[in-house]
């Protein structure tokens, strides 16, 4: 995410608290702004899929049945991993 590459870029207004946090961040970490922006975006929605899917274990391990479906589905698959492939 170098700065020095061209790149499509708009304007987008935030609040001046974010836009302090925003230039700090940038002049910590040696980024451009937006470099930072795309870090944090990503991050973020990295961590809305993490969550949407712990809600989702969660939800099957409040159900025995289910819970005991998703762990025979979990013991079936593990079966190949003696298939004598080496993994990286």
Known sequence: MSGSVTRNVQ?????????AVLDELSEEMKLSKV?????????LR???????????YSRIR?????????????????????DGLETK
């Not at 304007?11 to 836009?19: D, E, P, Y």
């Not at 990295?46 to 989702?56: F, M, T, V």
Request: no cysteine.
């Open 62 to 82: 409040r159900d025995p049945e289910a819970s005991a479906r998703f762990d025979a589905e979990v013991a079936a698959w593990d079966v190949t991993l003696g």
């Open 46 to 56: 990295r961590e809305r899929i993490l969550k949407a899917a712990n809600e989702s």
């Open 11 to 19: 304007t987008t207004r935030i609040h001046q608290a974010s836009k």
């Open 35 to 43: 470099d930072v922006l795309d870090i944090a975006l990503e991050t």
